[in-house]
């Protein structure tokens, strides 16, 4: 998922991939003078340069065949993919995978679906799976709404991490957000029963965003009365430790999907 800089998933920033051109618009309506066109979605990320270094080069090259799947527009068959039948949490926009590789260390028993398209994020994260050992990471590097709509089945996921993502500060960009009503409904219909959506991000008003956004998703619930402190299972970062030492504000949010 696109993120913003200062926190330790920094792949909107960093990334080289293609995205949508500034002006592009980021909802259907913006296209229906056009019948032609396919309208567009948000897409998690943008184009900016990159620096991949040599490691993280090395690292996809060789190590992409093993972690890795390619983009398809088929479901995965996700007990096949992770060798298991377990648990499956996707997390969108993992940047430099730190914290994806701590989460998947101290909950053995989920899988971890990551989706990034950065060069540089992947190949850290390839670099760390195989440091590490892990063998409940998989990754797709590929657009996330993509990914979503076309490669996870309904009711497939136990749970969808989106931390700290692009927060397209100035009031004109807020519609290429990622978190929208129309890619809540998408996540809401790929978790199961009981699944559940946590959201993070130290921008204020996209806080207040997101809680709007997946209060209106009615398949939904809040887990709290309005954000959630914290986790244990979410580290926090030391970028995220400098910004509270600065008075910095980071907001969490946890909603389930109802039975």
Same mark, same amino acid.
């Given at each position: 998922?696109?993120?913003?800089?200062?926190?330790?998933?920094?792949?909107?920033?960093?990334? *080289?991939?293609?995205?949508?051109?500034?002006?592009?618009?980021?909802?259907?309506?913006?296209?229906?003078?056009?019948?032609?066109?396919?309208?567009?979605?948000?897409?998690?990320?943008?184009?900016?340069?990159?620096?991949?270094?040599?490691?993280?080069?090395?690292?996809?090259?060789?190590?992409?065949?093993?972690?890795?799947?390619?983009?398809?527009?088929?479901?995965?068959? /996700?007990?096949?993919?992770?060798?298991?039948?377990?648990?499956?949490?996707?997390?969108?926009? @993992?940047?430099?995978?730190?914290?994806?590789?701590?989460?998947?260390?101290?909950?053995?028993?989920?899988?971890?679906?990551?989706?990034?398209? @950065?060069?540089?994020?992947?190949?850290?994260? /390839?670099? %760390?799976?195989?440091?590490?050992?892990?063998?409940?990471?998989?990754?797709?590097?590929?657009?996330?709404?993509?990914?979503? %709509?076309?490669?996870?089945?309904?009711? *497939? /996921?136990?749970?969808?991490?989106?931390?700290?993502?692009?927060?397209?500060?100035?009031?004109?960009?807020?519609?290429?957000?990622?978190?929208?009503?129309?890619?809540?409904?998408?996540?809401?219909?790929?978790?199961?029963?009981?699944?559940?959506?946590?959201?993070?991000?130290?921008?204020?008003?996209?806080?207040?965003?997101?809680?709007?956004?997946?209060?209106?998703?009615? *398949?939904?619930?809040?887990?709290?009365?309005?954000?959630?402190?914290?986790?244990?299972?979410?580290?926090?970062?030391?970028?995220?430790?400098?910004?509270? %030492?600065?008075?910095?504000?980071?907001?969490? /949010?946890?909603?389930?999907?109802?039975?």
């Amino acid at each position: 998922m696109s993120t913003n800089t200062h926190t330790d998933i920094p792949a909107a920033a960093e990334g *080289s991939e293609p995205g949508p051109a500034p002006d592009s618009p980021a909802n259907p309506a913006d296209s229906a003078a056009d019948p032609t066109t396919t309208p567009p979605h948000i897409r998690s990320f943008v184009h900016r340069r990159s620096h991949i270094t040599p490691g993280q080069k090395e690292a996809l090259d060789r190590l992409m065949p093993l972690w890795a799947l390619p983009y398809r527009a088929t479901p995965l068959d /996700l007990q096949r993919t992770f060798g298991r039948d377990a648990p499956t949490i996707l997390e969108i926009g @993992f940047g430099m995978g730190e914290t994806t590789e701590a989460i998947a260390a101290t909950r053995p028993g989920d899988n971890f679906l990551g989706v990034e398209v @950065f060069n540089s994020g992947v190949g850290a994260l /390839l670099k %760390r799976i195989e440091a590490s050992g892990l063998q409940n990471i998989r990754i797709v590097q590929h657009d996330a709404v993509e990914v979503v %709509r076309d490669m996870l089945a309904p009711q *497939s /996921l136990a749970g969808v991490h989106i931390y700290f993502p692009d927060p397209w500060p100035k009031a004109r960009h807020h519609k290429r957000r990622l978190v929208q009503p129309p890619f809540i409904e998408l996540l809401a219909s790929r978790l199961a029963p009981g699944g559940y959506i946590h959201c993070a991000t130290d921008w204020e008003n996209y806080a207040q965003q997101m809680l709007a956004v997946l209060q209106g998703e009615p *398949s939904l619930c809040n887990t709290c009365e309005g954000y959630a402190p914290r986790p244990e299972y979410r580290p926090q970062t030391k970028f995220e430790t400098r910004g509270l %030492r600065l008075g910095h504000g980071v907001w969490d /949010l946890i909603f389930t999907r109802k039975n």
